[in-house]
């Protein structure tokens, strides 16, 4: 039997999402799963598991915000910037480097950040090739700058030589490089030596099961995934059947009106099941993003392990 839905977990440290992936599709009996927003193997919270037909929502769960408290250690560089990376500069920390207001200067500045370089010990590509795999093969890669927003960084704890955070950023956002970046603003090493993820988009920790799962349990049904994710809207009888032909539509297609400035929105069909993902285009008209099969999203079932 396959599974279909979403399973919210708290990672440990210590393991990657794949890590975490390989073990569910064990448990749960299907390959048909994948994540939503990596989590870096010392960093630990909130990690969205997909299941069969949840898949598909993929990336609109990747680009919500994150919500993450974490700890930046000063002193000590690494070249993956947080406390798992080979130690790359020491120092010692000037005593209240901490407590004066060249701190408060670097952390406003990050949070008017719009463009973040990305860490070069990253799974990101560059000419075919991971990242982290050319630094580890000895090369440098260039990598570009990438577009971030800060909506909320509050400086929670502050000792002589490290800092308590917690803050919500955006898809993209990496919070090694926030610890690379502050060390630089204030001229000593830094690394991140702690991180926590309390939530992603409207997942949080609270609704996480702890990993590893001595069996499996319910998953949240796709439909419901889509609702908390997404702004919905009730297709009629024609705009249901259309949806489902991947046909544009129009405003008359639906029960309910749009979203106001919602680009994506996830289509319901009259008895409530999830048909697509839609959005309008540049031209006015309504498109399928992603089709689903109805039948499949509604309800969620636990797969008997292998």
């Known amino acids: 039997m396959n599974a279909h839905g979403l399973l919210i977990v708290d990672k440990p440290q210590g393991l990657t999402s794949h890590d975490i992936v390989s073990q569910a599709r064990k448990l749960y009996g299907t390959r048909a799963v994948g994540h939503a927003g990596t989590l870096d193997p010392m960093a630990t ?8 037909e949840a898949t598909k929502l993929s990336s ?27 130690t790359t500069q020491e120092s010692e920390v000037p005593p209240s ?6 701190l408060e200067l670097a952390l406003e500045a990050e949070r008017q950040r719009t463009l973040q370089l ?30 971030v927003t800060v909506h909320s960084l509050v400086l929670t704890e502050r000792a002589s030589t490290q800092i308590a955070i917690e803050m919500v950023v955006s898809r993209g956002y990496y919070v090694r490089a926030l610890a690379r970046d502050l060390g630089a603003a204030l001229g000593v090493p830094a690394h991140l030596a702690a991180l926590r993820r309390l939530a992603s988009g409207p997942f949080e920790l609270g609704d996480a ?3 590893p799962l001595a069996a499996p349990i319910s998953l949240v049904s796709v ?3 889509a609702r908390r994710a997404l702004p919905s809207r009730v297709l009629t009888s024609d705009g249901d059947r259309r949806a489902r032909l991947g046909q544009p539509l129009e405003a008359n297609s639906f029960e309910t009106d749009a979203p106001d400035g919602a680009e994506l929105t996830a289509w319901l069909s009259p008895s409530g099941e999830l048909v697509a993902l839609g959005k309008a285009t540049d031209a006015g008209e ?19 392990p292998l």
Do not use: M, N
Request: aromatic share 6%.
């Open 45 to 52: 919270g909130v990690l969205l598991l997909l299941f069969g």
């Open 60 to 86: 609109a769960l990747t680009s919500d915000r994150k919500r993450y408290v974490g700890t930046v250690a000063f002193g000590r560089a690494t070249d993956s910037h947080d406390a798992d990376g080979a």
């Open 97 to 102: 480097l901490l407590e004066g207001s060249r």
């Open 118 to 147: 990305p860490p070069a010990v990253s799974a990101l590509k560059v000419g075919g090739r991971r990242a982290h795999a050319l630094v580890r093969a000895g090369a440098t890669p260039v990598l570009a700058e990438r577009a």
């Open 209 to 211: 099961a702890p990993w």
């Open 223 to 225: 439909v419901e995934a």
């Open 286 to 304: 309504l498109r399928v993003v992603r089709g689903f099969q109805p039948q499949l999203t509604s309800t969620s079932v636990t797969a008997k």
